[in-house]
Protein backbone atom coordinates (compact mmCIF):
# COMPACT_ATOMS: atom_id res chain seq x y z
CA UNK A 1 0.00 0.00 0.00
CA UNK A 2 0.95 3.79 -0.58
CA UNK A 3 -0.52 6.11 1.14
CA UNK A 4 -1.35 9.19 -0.79
CA UNK A 5 -3.06 11.31 2.33
CA UNK A 6 -6.10 12.36 3.27
CA UNK A 7 -8.44 14.54 0.54
CA UNK A 8 -10.19 16.09 3.66
CA UNK A 9 -7.39 17.44 5.00
CA UNK A 10 -4.75 17.74 1.89
CA UNK A 11 -6.76 18.41 -1.23
CA UNK A 12 -8.06 16.86 -3.88
CA UNK A 13 -5.56 18.13 -5.87
CA UNK A 14 -2.53 16.96 -3.83
CA UNK A 15 -4.02 13.63 -3.83
CA UNK A 16 -3.99 13.74 -7.28
CA UNK A 17 -0.67 14.80 -8.32
CA UNK A 18 0.59 11.80 -5.48
CA UNK A 19 -1.76 9.66 -7.38
CA UNK A 20 -0.24 10.51 -10.71
CA UNK A 21 3.53 9.98 -9.32
CA UNK A 22 2.64 6.72 -7.92
CA UNK A 23 1.24 5.84 -11.31
CA UNK A 24 3.90 6.88 -13.19
CA UNK A 25 6.46 5.51 -10.83
CA UNK A 26 4.22 1.91 -10.48
CA UNK A 27 2.93 1.96 -14.05
CA UNK A 28 -0.10 0.68 -13.00
CA UNK A 29 -2.11 1.42 -9.53
CA UNK A 30 -5.40 0.98 -7.99
CA UNK A 31 -6.12 4.45 -6.27
CA UNK A 32 -8.46 4.32 -3.49
CA UNK A 33 -10.31 6.89 -1.43
CA UNK A 34 -12.15 5.91 2.14
CA UNK A 35 -15.05 7.19 3.42
CA UNK A 36 -12.89 8.91 6.02
CA UNK A 37 -10.64 10.38 3.60
CA UNK A 38 -7.61 8.24 3.58
CA UNK A 39 -6.42 8.22 0.19
CA UNK A 40 -4.10 4.86 -0.74
CA UNK A 41 -3.05 3.35 -3.89
CA UNK A 42 -1.96 -0.32 -4.59
CA UNK A 43 0.75 -1.34 -7.41
CA UNK A 44 0.06 -4.44 -9.20
CA UNK A 45 2.99 -5.74 -8.09
CA UNK A 46 1.39 -6.30 -4.70
CA UNK A 47 0.85 -9.44 -3.38
CA UNK A 48 -2.35 -8.47 -2.13
CA UNK A 49 -3.10 -6.35 -5.37
CA UNK A 50 -6.33 -8.53 -6.50
CA UNK A 51 -7.95 -9.23 -3.05
CA UNK A 52 -7.92 -5.34 -2.67
CA UNK A 53 -9.93 -5.00 -5.36
CA UNK A 54 -12.65 -7.06 -4.56
CA UNK A 55 -12.76 -6.41 -1.25
CA UNK A 56 -12.72 -2.83 -1.43
CA UNK A 57 -14.77 -1.73 -4.88
CA UNK A 58 -16.47 1.01 -2.59
CA UNK A 59 -13.58 3.09 -2.03
CA UNK A 60 -12.15 2.15 -5.49
CA UNK A 61 -11.79 5.22 -7.26
CA UNK A 62 -10.29 3.74 -10.58
CA UNK A 63 -7.49 1.59 -11.82
CA UNK A 64 -4.93 3.79 -13.84
CA UNK A 65 -2.05 2.96 -16.20
CA UNK A 66 0.80 4.64 -16.82
CA UNK A 67 1.72 4.91 -20.76
CA UNK A 68 4.96 6.00 -23.04
CA UNK A 69 6.11 9.53 -21.51
CA UNK A 70 4.80 12.84 -22.90
CA UNK A 71 3.70 15.39 -21.97
CA UNK A 72 0.14 15.05 -23.95
CA UNK A 73 -0.19 11.66 -22.29
CA UNK A 74 1.01 13.03 -18.76
CA UNK A 75 -1.89 15.64 -19.04
CA UNK A 76 -4.33 12.83 -20.45
CA UNK A 77 -3.48 10.86 -16.95
CA UNK A 78 -3.87 13.51 -14.65
CA UNK A 79 -7.40 14.94 -15.72
CA UNK A 80 -8.39 10.98 -15.78
CA UNK A 81 -7.54 10.66 -12.02
CA UNK A 82 -8.37 14.44 -11.47
CA UNK A 83 -12.41 13.51 -12.80
CA UNK A 84 -12.37 10.00 -11.08
CA UNK A 85 -11.33 11.43 -7.74
CA UNK A 86 -13.83 14.32 -8.58
CA UNK A 87 -16.44 11.34 -9.25
CA UNK A 88 -15.85 9.13 -5.90
CA UNK A 89 -15.98 12.49 -3.54
CA UNK A 90 -19.28 13.84 -5.21
CA UNK A 91 -20.53 10.26 -4.29
CA UNK A 92 -19.87 9.92 -0.94
CA UNK A 93 -21.23 13.28 -0.65
CA UNK A 94 -24.06 12.57 -1.77
CA UNK A 95 -23.99 9.07 0.08
CA UNK A 96 -23.35 10.95 3.74
CA UNK A 97 -26.38 13.72 2.74
CA UNK A 98 -28.36 10.59 2.55
CA UNK A 99 -27.71 8.97 5.67
CA UNK A 100 -28.03 12.28 7.68
CA UNK A 101 -31.18 13.15 5.97
Not at 7 to 23: H, K, S
Not at 46 to 74: F, I, K, M, T
Not at 85 to 90: C, K
Amino acid sequence: MIYLGNVNQAGARFIVIRAVATVKEQGRAAIYIGANGEAAAYSYLHPEYERHLSRHVHSLVGVDENAPACDRVANVLISRIEEDIDLHLAEQRRVRLEHAA
